[in-house]
């Protein structure tokens, strides 16, 4: 435990710093460069953010979208998975299906899910399932390519040691591989979920209603810079609350064997 | 089980993509229960002999049969303990051992009682609940050794698998092989460098030549057991080996100069 709250302490004090330079750059009107009374438009001091955070929470209305998009995250994501991981699985333990299946993944995978956005909203007009669709384009690649990466390196000889034992293809799958891609899984899905969150953002942003990036633009367009700013940590917040809640516990789970290497 | 290996050939592409004989028209027998030791220059083609028994490789020509069977592919009838182990690093001890049972779907009360009998086998009551990173090379081995007993092999197939180990673990271990063995429960085949080891556990033992390999010689080892390894006809036949493993080197390297 001891060890753990010297860099909370620093992390801490790395935030504290940020804040302190911001209201400075508040204060001085991004030190010198323009009236203070703009600048209090551009960059509202860190008192006044906070008072509009709480008042935000309060009303509901942050909240209420933090989960419209946290639903189409989770759900696209979830989709992304139970296609991806399968996928790539199938595509780590039989060569026709990766020469089939690899060249569209490596064709797909470097657009970026929000391209998918004027053909989504054609297809499944505005609301959640075109959200949904543009976050598992984005986010099923890196799923993909990482279990197949995962059981690419599974160590050969387990394969002969169950060869030999008898055991069947889905024995072998179960005993062996799926053990094995695990950590390749999780950073897989690490950032799977990383893409899923700018994909959403990105497409609320630019066309589908609701959600956290609605909010984004909405702030914008009202030349709220507060409420943009109370986005960018909101959305900060969610994607560490996100990796501890998911990713922590799938790690310590694995650690336990994981010394070996 | 008997083993018949008949007119075994095999060989491999190196990177140049030119045919490398290994192993050439190679045949013998091995008798129900009897303990045969590989010996012969490293990379000569022991592994890959043991591997084509063992049904992970298949010969270019030839066939390994099993009681005046052919085999097909790996079987339980024939499992391999490896040099480095290769245990399932997530599984515990007991996981580990009772895997092969499980994967054949047995009843789980005798599950429970072959992997209690295993683990007492070889020793490692009070580990079943470790995991292999826990465990010392011996300890290791150990596990392997009872992953394969757990099965009831007719034929046990082992890759040099004390090299890895100190010598103390070595010979203990050795003596435990011994002492399974003794059962006459099946039978095995060991690959060794060490011809001390090869006279310490075998019948007999093939000596290879160089690669592509052939068969050099064949010693018997006509001493009942357990062996002392001070005995002088102990010495006398580990140093007839060693002589014998010595010549195909020594013919290698008249073959280059
Ligand atoms: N899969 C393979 N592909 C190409 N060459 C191989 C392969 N396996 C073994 N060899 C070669 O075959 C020879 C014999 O190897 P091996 O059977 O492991 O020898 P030993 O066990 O007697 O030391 C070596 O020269 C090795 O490089
Ligand atoms: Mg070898």
């Known amino acids: ?261 | 089980m008997a083993i018949n290996v008949r007119n075994i050939t095999k060989s491999f592409r190196n990177e140049e993509m030119e045919r490398l004989s290994i192993l050439r028209n190679i045949s013998f027998q091995i008798e129900n229960q009897e303990f045969v030791s590989f010996v012969g220059p490293s990379g000569c083609g022991k592994s890959t002999l043991l591997r084509i028994i063992a049904g992970f490789l298949k010969a270019d020509e030839g066939a390994v049969e099993i009681d005046g069977k052919e085999i097909e592919g790996p079987g339980k009838d024939r499992l391999m303990v490896f040099q480095d182990y290769v245990l399932f690093p997530w599984k515990s001890v007991w996981n580990n051992i009772a895997l092969g049972l499980k994967l054949g779907k047995n009843d789980k009360e005798y599950v429970k009682s072959r992997v209690a009998w295993a683990i007492d086998m070889v020793g490692l009551n009070g580990f079943e609940k470790s995991y292999p990173h826990q465990l010392s090379g011996g300890m290791k081995q150990r596990v392997a050794i009872a992953r394969a007993l757990v099965m009831e092999p007719k034929i046990l197939l082992m890759d040099e698998p004390f090299g890895a180990l100190d010598s103390f673990t070595r010979m203990r271990l050795q003596d435990e092989l011994v002492r399974m063995c003794d059962k006459k429960e099946f039978t095995t085949c060991l690959v060794t460098h060490d011809c001390e080891e090869a006279v310490y556990l075998s019948d007999r033992i093939l000596v290879f030549t160089d690669s592509p390999a052939q068969i050099r010689d064949v010693v018997c080892v006509d001493l009942p057991r357990p062996r002392k390894r001070t005995d002088p006809r102990f010495i006398q036949l580990k140093d007839e080996v060693q002589e014998l493993v010595m010549e195909t080197w020594k013919n290698e390297k008249e073959r280059l100069s």
């Open chain 1, 1 to 261: 435990m001891k060890g753990k709250i010297k860099p909370f302490l620093q992390g801490c004090l790395a935030i504290a710093a940020l804040v302190g330079l911001w209201a400075l750059a508040s204060k001085t009107g991004i030190f010198g460069k323009m009236d203070p009374e703009d600048a209090e438009l551009l960059l509202p001091m860190p008192q006044v953010v906070c008072e509009e955070f709480w008042e935000l929470l309060k009303s509901g209305y942050l909240l209420s979208n933090i989960w419209v998009s946290m639903k189409r995250v989770l759900v696209g994501f979830g989709i992304a998975v139970l296609i991806g991981l399968p996928l790539g699985i199938f595509m780590g333990m039989s060569v026709t299906v990766r020469n089939f299946i690899y060249p569209l993944v490596r064709f797909f995978s470097p657009i970026p899910g929000v391209a998918w956005v004027p053909l989504a909203i054609l297809w499944f007009g505005l609301g959640d399932r075109a959200a949904i669709f543009i976050i598992v384009m984005g986010s099923l690649s890196p799923i993909i390519i990482n279990s197949l990466q995962g059981v690419l390196n599974v160590d050969r000889s387990l394969y002969d040691a169950l060869h030999m034992m008898e055991a069947n293809g889905w024995q072998v799958v179960y005993h062996c591989i799926v053990p094995s891609i695990v950590p390749y899984v999780i950073s897989g899905f690490r950032l799977g979920l990383g893409f899923a969150w700018r994909v959403v953002i990105a497409a609320e942003m630019v066309g589908v209603p609701k959600g956290l990036g609605y909010v984004l633009s909405v702030g914008r367009n009202t030349a709220n810079t507060s409420v943009t700013i109370i986005t960018i940590i909101s959305l900060g917040i969610i994607m560490m609350l996100m990796e501890e809640v998911l990713f922590r516990v799938l790690e310590n789970r694995t650690s336990k064997w994981k010394q070996w290497e």
